[in-house]
């Protein structure tokens, strides 16, 4: 058994500035992760990081362009604590030696970003996100942070307390990726799961193979509810075949979007008779799929868009790489041919129900990153948001796990005496895994007897050898890609941009299939070495758990908000809905219930029309 | 055991471009849309309308220290649709989820930037997410990464690169910081794009497989870890003293000096960065800092 006293699992932008903070303050701390530092996703980030570092802007402003971005469903403690922070921690990113853009004064240069009232994006070319992930990994190396790489966290250990506001989480258990060995990290002070987006629940998406939201699940299924599950961001330029992003720039610059016939679609069918392709985020998605739906997509499957009519020498000086990336990723000739472009899953706002101090109910058990949902966000992230949300909440999460005072916050976590029953919603099937076995003949998570700290780690460690040997043992059965393809087909198909009641019952229904299907799983590569078919099956339990909870939320929340549309009820409904989804695990039989948002902080936010 | 013995079929290139010094004052899109022009696409590309509905053919390297039939290396064939933007990755996750789903190898953005995926493919050291597979000759011949130990099929041990980065002291070193609350140290933008290709690297370590000198000595830093050392040595915000303390690092005997400017590393490089013009560049420095060399 391996132990320290905070484990930060997961190594990108958030997990690595939790452990540097845990590291200051005297912690002796370890990173666990699947991926060496990195290969994380953060290092894919391209735009920028939103901070008021200049004359003309402060916090107040910043604080207040999410909560309109949010459209009114962050929490203002959240809010204003990241805009209050994110300076400061965007200067210390300088200071540790970050290559970002500069100013002819030699300052650090700041951009506009859609939704932000000061160009107070703070970036370093067009891979801000490698930049942030290097130098924070830099830093890991300086100090001389244990970092156990390859190592898949399969579970966390807590105690078995029926409330899971009495639980604590004692480390987690995990393998050895290039050994296959099992085994157990005893956390002295707090675990803190930085473990990413679960964009895979999705078939077609921005993020990366590795985002199949472990943490999410781990924490979900040791008692932590989930919040806000439904709100998911679609980016409309994302490349066919791959995913990959082509950023607003292109669209900036004067690109435009073309149907199969030919049509500027934005104008012609008006979608949005003003703004046309520079319309928002989520109108321009909708937009695209309507073409498709209703016949004029290319190949049935996506539309153009074309960059073509602003020259070469513009479209070299400005977007270059946008060429490389549609040569590159789609074997396209951006100079020569329109891309083709859809729209695909991109962010969670949703995530681990935690304070401002990253905590979640379960003492000990913290969360941070896109992982975490704090929340800053509530129904919509503006661009730029989230990587300081990384270092703000990272840094906040790892101080608070090494001891150190941060005073008491003021959001509330888990289920507690604000909060309010869902009752309204009939749903189609039974979520959760009651009367399943997905666990792989192990006692479901969270029976038996609790008994002192090291026994319990062990047990769990025994719990999930028992479970490999059973995977790796089993004969026939299904694979989990086959499980997997399904339930990202699903989502797709009826939790994507466009939901309607019946639709997200469908894939309630589907992913209960999933369940059933999952418990007859088995892993046919029968070498401990490197195994990812093995990592692959357990990622793919806890994108079943991860998705259902996005279903559910969408299928409750019956209004528009943010990005979460719903088609029988057009409009945002602030009479009912400003509140948050939670939702709970219950050792398998989930509870969905609602909390209130907090729109009062240090300032007022009265929810307005979120027009620009 | 290592791939080191499979030869790839056309030998790298060995010499240097006539003039160093010209290489990467073009950007890359505008070399590569010359390279097209002037029809000197490294293999002959396939025409893509050739392959619609077609069937790509992959030889792909499998080895398992543990599993019967694998221990001794062997290639497998898998044959998997062609769909237009397909690359390298895409073919082997096919071939991994529909055929064998004990094909294993590294992979995760899908983007070319998190460095996972460097494979030797056709002969030459590249990421699997950034090559089309309509620019390759069939069969596609798929192995690890050589002159490093192999794991399992395409997966490789980085731990010698990994020991190779650290080496270097890899992080900014400047203990005076301006004072003022939230003022940043001044950098100008000359400066700035001075070591912007150099802080592209995402550690895929193609450079490495690709330099016959590392295969030879072990301890040669390699063209990442110069390249890294580089990154920091140029940068103006760190003072002359830590400069001269890292081209102390990089001049050692396993450093600047191994380098025979074989140009192989920038030719992989799936970052464009110009390794060989970095080391050139770092072996002047100290030369001109006249630090004792061997
Ligand atoms: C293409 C793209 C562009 C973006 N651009 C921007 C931008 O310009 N500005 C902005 O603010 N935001 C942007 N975002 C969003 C932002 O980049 C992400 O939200 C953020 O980087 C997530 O960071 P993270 O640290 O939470 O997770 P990640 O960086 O995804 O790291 C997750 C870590 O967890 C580890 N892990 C996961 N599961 C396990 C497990 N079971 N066991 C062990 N380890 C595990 C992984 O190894 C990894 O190290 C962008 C996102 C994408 C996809
Ligand atoms: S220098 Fe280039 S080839 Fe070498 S590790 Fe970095 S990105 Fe890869
Ligand atoms: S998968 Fe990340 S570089 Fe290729």
């Known amino acids: 058994m391996y132990e320290h006293d905070v484990i930060v699992v997961g190594a990108g932008g958030a997990g690595l500035r939790a452990a540097i903070a845990a590291h200051e303050a005297g912690a002796d701390t370890a990173i666990v992760s699947k991926l060496h530092p990195v290969r994380s996703h953060t290092g894919a980030a391209e735009g920028g990081i939103n901070a008021a570092l200049r004359e003309g802007d402060d916090w107040e402003l910043h604080a207040y362009d999410t909560m309109k971005g949010s459209d009114y469903l962050a929490d203002a403690p959240a809010a204003e604590t990241l805009a209050q922070d994110a300076p400061e921690e965007t200067i210390q990113l300088e200071h540790w030696g970050m290559p970002f853009s500069r100013e002819d004064d030699g300052r650090v240069s700041q951009r506009p970003f859609g939704g932000l009232s000061f160009p107070r994006t703070t970036y370093a070319g067009a891979e801000t996100g490698h930049h942030l992930l290097h130098v924070m990994y830099e830093q890991v190396v300086k100090r001389g942070i244990q970092v156990y790489d390859e190592w898949y966290v399969m579970n966390l250990v807590t105690d078995d307390a029926a409330d899971p506001n009495d639980r604590e989480c004692h480390g987690v258990v995990a393998y050895d990726v290039q050994s296959g060995n099992v085994e157990g990290f005893k956390a002295n002070g707090g675990v803190i799961l930085a473990t990413g987006g679960p964009g895979q629940a999705f078939d077609h998406t921005t993020n990366a193979v590795s985002c199949t939201g472990d943490g999410h699940a781990m924490a979900y299924r040791a008692g932590a509810p989930l919040e806000d599950m439904e709100f998911i961001q679609f980016h409309p330029t994302s490349l066919p075949s791959t995913g990959v992003l082509i950023s607003e720039g292109v669209r900036g610059e004067g690109g435009i979007l073309y149907n199969a016939k030919g049509e500027r679609f934005m104008f012609e069918y008006g979608y949005a008779n003003n703004s046309g392709e520079l319309a928002s985020r989520d109108v321009v998605a909708r937009a695209e799929l309507t073409e498709v739906n209703e016949g004029r997509g290319v190949n049935d499957e996506y539309v153009h868009l074309d960059m073509r009519h602003l020259g070469e020498e513009r479209i070299l000086d400005r977007l270059e790489n946008i060429l490389h990336l549609a040569e590159d990723f789609e074997g396209v000739d951006g100079l020569v041919e329109p891309m083709p472009v859809k729209p695909g899953q991109h962010y969670a706002m949703g995530g681990i129900d935690v304070d401002e101090n990253g905590q979640t109910c379960i003492n000990g058990l913290y969360a941070a990153g896109e992982s975490a949902c704090v929340s800053v966000h509530g129904g919509n992230r503006l661009g730029g948001n989230a990587l300081p949300e990384l270092i703000v909440f990272g840094k906040r999460a790892g101080r608070h796990a090494a001891g150190d005072d941060l005073g008491t916050a003021e959001i509330e976590t888990g289920y507690g005496p604000d909060v309010e029953d869902e009752t309204e919603t009939e749903l189609p099937v039974q979520p959760g895994s009651a009367g399943l076995d997905t666990a792989g003949g192990v006692a479901a998570d969270g029976s038996g007897v609790a008994t002192e700290t090291d026994g319990l780690i062990e047990r769990a460690v025994e719990a999930e050898r028992t479970r490999v040997d059973h995977l790796m043992d089993k004969d026939d059965g299904v694979q989990h890609a086959q499980i997997r393809a399904k339930l990202q087909k699903a989502m797709t198909d009826y939790v994507n941009v466009f939901r309607t009641d019946e639709g997200i019952r469908k894939a309630l229904r589907v992913i209960r299939e999933c369940r059933e299907e999952y418990q007859d799983v088995y892993v046919d590569d029968p070498s401990r070495t490197f195994n990812t078919d093995l990592q692959q099956t357990y990622e793919t339990r806890n994108l079943i758990d991860v998705a259902e909870t996005i279903a559910l939320g969408a299928l409750v929340r019956n209004e528009f908000r943010g990005a979460h549309w719903r088609q029988e009820n057009q409009e945002r409904d602030d009479e009912n809905w400003l509140k948050h989804t939670l939702i709970s695990w219950e050792d398998g039989d989930p509870n969905i219930f609602y909390r209130p948002v907090i729109l009062e902080g240090e300032k007022t936010y009265e929810p307005k029309v979120r027009s620009y | ?294």
Request: net charge negative; proline share 5%; with cysteine.
């Open chain 2, 1 to 294: 055991m290592s791939t080191q013995q499979e030869q790839p079929q056309e030998p790298e290139s060995q010499e240097a471009p006539e003039d160093p010094e010209m290489r990467g004052t073009e950007s890359p899109q505008q070399e590569r849309l010359k390279e097209k022009e002037q029809g000197l696409a490294q293999e002959e590309a396939v025409d893509e309308s050739d392959l619609e509905g077609e069937t790509v053919h992959l030889k792909v390297f499998r080895y398992d220290p543990e599993v019967e039939g694998k221990q001794e290396p062997r290639f497998d064939d898998f044959y998997v649709p062609f769909e237009k933007g397909m690359t390298v990755l895409d073919a082997v996750m096919y071939a991994r989820d529909e055929f064998d789903s004990s094909l294993t190898f590294r992979h995760s953005c899908r983007q070319a930037v998190c460095g996972s995926d460097a494979f030797f493919v056709n002969g030459k050291q590249q990421l699997g997410c950034k090559t089309q597979i309509s620019e390759l000759k069939q069969p596609v011949r798929i192995e690890p990464l050589p002159h490093q130990e192999v794991v399992k099929d395409l997966v490789v041990d980085m731990d010698h690169f990994y020991d190779q980065m650290h080496a270097v002291e890899p992080y900014f070193q400047q203990e005076e910081l301006p004072d003022g609350d939230l003022e940043e140290q001044r950098q100008s933008r000359e400066n700035r794009e001075k070591v912007k290709m150099s802080t592209r690297c995402i550690w895929c370590a193609a450079c490495m497989s690709s330099c016959n000198i590392a295969a030879g000595d072990n301890e040669y830093l390699g063209p990442a870890a110069i390249n890294k050392a580089y990154r920091f040595a140029m940068d103006e915000r760190e003072d002359e003293e830590i400069k001269e303390h890292r081209l102390r690092i990089v001049e050692q005997e396993h450093g600047v000096w191994r380098c025979q400017t074989q140009f192989s590393c920038t030719e992989v490089c799936p970052k464009d960065i110009p390794l060989t013009e970095h080391i050139q560049e770092l072996k002047r420095e100290a030369v001109k800092k006249n630090l004792k060399f061997w």
